[in-house]
């Protein structure tokens, strides 16, 4: 994980959205972009955008996202201040299957300033990578800041991973190191036509 601050290119300045950090290779958070960060955005190469906000997106980001041939994925959350109503762990888990799917790579995850949904969000993927609590913990802390939510770290401490398979039934999913650009993805269809071509 690493913060990327103001870089210059071509005499241009590049400016990433609010809060903006690498989760890993081919994933990145942040903020809500705008207008300034577009230039920033294009050197990402992205292919989709999960937006975890309830609001219709931003026209102008709508524009951007048809000109330069970006997905988006759309999961609302409310964003209120230790919201009462729980978070919808099928809507997270939903996003979480979008994530995963390496074809959706590169891939931003932003929701209004890039701390709780977000943060959310990247601490239950933390926990299908096998981190322990105490490092998901710290990394939501980093980007909520003094506003770190208990709510959200009891939603992410209480996530149920293996519930995850529910919604990756179709998807087999194979790292070959951790961080590693060898992953692919593999499908229960294309395994079964492997064992029929070696069973010949």
Same mark, same amino acid.
């Given at each position: 994980?690493?913060?990327?601050?103001?870089?210059q290119?071509?005499?241009?300045?590049?400016?990433?959205?609010?809060?903006?950090?690498?989760?890993?290779?081919?994933?990145?958070?942040?903020?809500?972009?705008?207008?300034?960060?577009?230039?920033?955005?294009?050197t990402? =190469?992205?292919?989709?955008?999960?937006?975890?906000?309830?609001?219709?997106?931003?026209?102008?980001?709508?524009?951007?996202?048809?000109? =330069?041939?970006?997905?988006?994925?759309?999961?609302?959350?409310?964003?209120?201040?230790?919201?009462?109503?729980?978070?919808?762990?099928?809507?997270?888990?939903?996003?979480?299957?979008?994530?995963?799917?390496?074809?959706?790579?590169?891939?931003?995850?932003?929701?209004?300033?890039?701390?709780?949904?977000?943060?959310?969000?990247?601490?239950?993927?933390?926990?299908?990578?096998n981190?322990?609590?105490?490092?998901?913990?710290?990394?939501?802390?980093?980007?909520?800041?003094?506003?770190?939510?208990?709510?959200?770290?009891?939603?992410?401490?209480?996530?149920?991973?293996?519930?995850?398979?529910?919604?990756?039934?179709?998807?087999?999913?194979?790292?070959?190191?951790?961080?590693?650009?060898?992953?692919?993805?593999?499908y229960?269809?294309?395994?079964?036509?492997?064992?029929?071509?070696?069973?010949?």
């Open positions: 994980m690493g913060v990327i601050v103001e870089e290119v071509d005499d241009q300045v590049l400016v990433p959205p609010s809060n903006f950090s690498m989760v890993e290779d081919g994933i990145f958070r942040s903020g809500c972009p705008q207008p300034a960060n577009f230039p920033f955005l294009q990402l =190469n992205l292919k989709s955008i999960i937006y975890l906000c309830p609001e219709p997106y931003p026209e102008e980001n709508l524009k951007f996202l048809e000109s =330069n041939n970006i997905r988006l994925f759309q999961f609302g959350i409310e964003g209120k201040t230790e919201s009462p109503v729980a978070i919808p762990r099928n809507t997270i888990m939903e996003a979480l299957r979008v994530l995963i799917d390496v074809r959706n790579h590169p891939i931003l995850i932003h929701c209004k300033r890039g701390k709780h949904r977000t943060g959310c969000l990247v601490g239950c993927l933390r926990k299908v990578q981190w322990c609590l105490p490092s998901v913990f710290g990394e939501y802390q980093v980007f909520a800041g003094a506003k770190s939510r208990a709510t959200d770290m009891r939603f992410i401490e209480t996530f149920e991973v293996l519930s995850l398979r529910q919604c990756l039934y179709s998807i087999i999913y194979q790292y070959h190191g951790y961080g590693s650009k060898k992953r692919r993805l593999l229960k269809e294309d395994n079964l036509q492997k064992t029929q071509i070696t069973s010949v």
